[in-house]
């Protein structure tokens, strides 16, 4: 079942040519849209530059606010204040444009511009390579304790008889 949409849309075709500012928030709802997405919940506000031109638009992104994930090392709900810059350029034509997510093509017929997909994306973008807590120790100890149970290797001395026949064959060959 789809949630309900928080709508991204900038209705072009009754805007005079030259340069345009919209702003947007998203909260959790956005992101609930989404099937399998990273983020959990947030809070956005997104301004947007919107410079319409006689054949295309550019658009500059400002976004700033906060993304709710789960943590990388115990899965707990991690708040992560983010901001960010991006901008798009997008033209008009038949044929899609897949060579580059900075240029999208619409058909000359529409007459509106749906940024919640590239808003999506531009919010991922902004997440971290891995999303923890900053100290282990703002973890969930529960959770800490069981992956040192389950990491912690007992180191055997017993060496595997293939490996010290190759490391005998290096020391005779020096």
Sequence with gaps: MKKEKQQLIIPFAGLKDGTHQFEFKIDSKFFEQFDYSLIEGGKFKIKVEFEK???????????KGKITANCDRCLEPLAIKVKGKESLIVKFGETTYNETDE????????????????????THSMLPTK???????????????QLEKLTTKKESKEVDPRWAALSNLKDKSE
Excluded at 53 to 63: G, M, S
Excluded at 105 to 115: F, G, K
């Design 131 to 145: 999303v923890k807590h900053e100290k282990k120790k703002d973890c969930n100890p529960e959770i800490i304790e």
């Design 103 to 122: 240029i999208r093509v619409l058909s000359p017929s529409e007459y509106e511009l749906d940024l919640a997909d590239d808003v999506y994306q531009y």
């Design 53 to 63: 031109k006689k054949n295309h638009f550019n658009l500059y992104f400002k976004l």
